[in-house]
């Protein structure tokens, strides 16, 4: 048994400070990943020319998770050089979408990124967004890291084909956060708190569905949102990463209801936050109209695809779980 594991509760604990103050936190919630977690961790504690906050906590796993965090922490502590602050968290009950929340308003830095607990972190990722971040000229609010993906079994499935060194750095557009793209994740999304604060806090239900396409679109609103195409995360992509959990009948996925009751929460959303900056005058009056028509447009389809997936259901004999906790 680890010399730590008395010590955990819901409570945070600090195992270690870092001997200065921290440039960013990283947050890295964590469930059930122990096939993947030790890798995923010890590619955030090697962190390169930055010093983070490293928040790492566990949504009552039930697996061997938290132990191989335990141990994984103690013998990096024994052979390395105080760096970074190392804070942790261990959950007796399951906080499903609100455990992000717990991080974020915990972190103490104002850029906060996550780190999932079976992704791969580039020793550079934190440097390369500190750099984003303070560059005047960009004014970045929010940035996103173009992922490499890689299998269950780190089998490279994708590759950018470019070195870190080679970073290319872009402006995300509304067309990217309406069309979806596959890089605007919470996986790979840092975000400076001060700035984004502006808007209201996301409901529960927007804390794991949606949330990511809602927070790209405040910062584009805002006039700061980047996306990074280098190789700074392998993401992994397997069978236990994919939101299962909206609806317990497998059916359902086949009829689409979930991802039409995922699109109209965070398109309804996203008309609030364009109310607010047209409201604040963030935006022009031709910008505000061009995406609040767009809005519309998205709002009406996915009202009509969450009906037509309704009765779909109903032809099935399926009842549909509209627990939020689930």
């Known amino acids: 048994m680890s010399k730590l594991d008395k010590q955990f509760g819901d409570s945070f604990i600090t195992v270690q400070d870092s001997d200065k103050p921290p440039q960013l936190s990283i947050l890295m919630p964590i469930h059930n990943c122990q096939g993947y977690i030790q890798e995923a961790l010890l590619s955030v504690l090697a962190q390169q020319r930055a010093i983070a906050e490293i928040i790492i906590s566990d949504d009552a796993s039930t697996d061997s998770t938290f132990n191989q965090v335990l141990e994984t922490i103690e013998q990096w502590l024994e052979k390395t050089p105080q760096t970074h602050r190392i804070v942790l968290r261990r959950g007796s009950e399951r906080l499903r979408r609100d455990h992000l929340h717990l991080l974020v308003n915990k972190a103490s830095c104002d850029i906060v990124c ?14 390369y967004l500190l750099g984003c971040f303070s560059t005047s000229q960009l004014r970045a609010n929010m940035v996103f890291i173009n992922p490499d993906l890689i299998g269950g ?28 793209h596959d890089a605007l994740i ?4 840092a975000w400076r708190k001060s700035v984004l604060s502006q808007f209201p806090q996301l409901t529960t239900n927007l804390a794991a569905f949606g949330h990511d396409r ?8 805002l006039g700061g949102c980047f996306l990074i195409n280098a190789p700074l995360i392998k993401r992994r992509i397997h069978h236990a990463n994919w939101s299962k959990n909206l609806f317990q009948q497998p059916k359902a996925v086949q009829v689409n209801f979930g991802g039409s009751l995922v699109r109209l929460s965070f398109f309804s959303r996203m008309k609030e936050d364009l109310e607010i900056a047209h409201n604040n ?4 009056a031709n910008r505000f109209q061009l995406l609040k028509n767009l809005l519309e ?30």
């Open 114 to 127: 996550q780190a999932h607990g079976d992704d791969i972190s580039n020793p550079l990722r934190a440097a």
């Open 297 to 326: 447009g998205r709002l009406e389809v996915s009202v009509n695809e969450l009906l037509d997936s309704t009765s779909a259901l109903t032809r099935l004999g399926y009842t549909v779980n509209w627990d939020k906790n689930e």
């Open 214 to 221: 809602v927070m790209a679109f405040r910062s584009y609103l």
């Open 281 to 284: 005058c963030w935006i022009s």
């Open 153 to 180: 079994d780190g089998r490279l499935l994708r590759g950018l084909g470019v070195l870190p060194e080679q970073m290319g750095l872009s402006k995300v557009t509304y067309e990217m956060i309406f069309g979806a």
């Open 186 to 189: 919470g996986a790979t999304m």
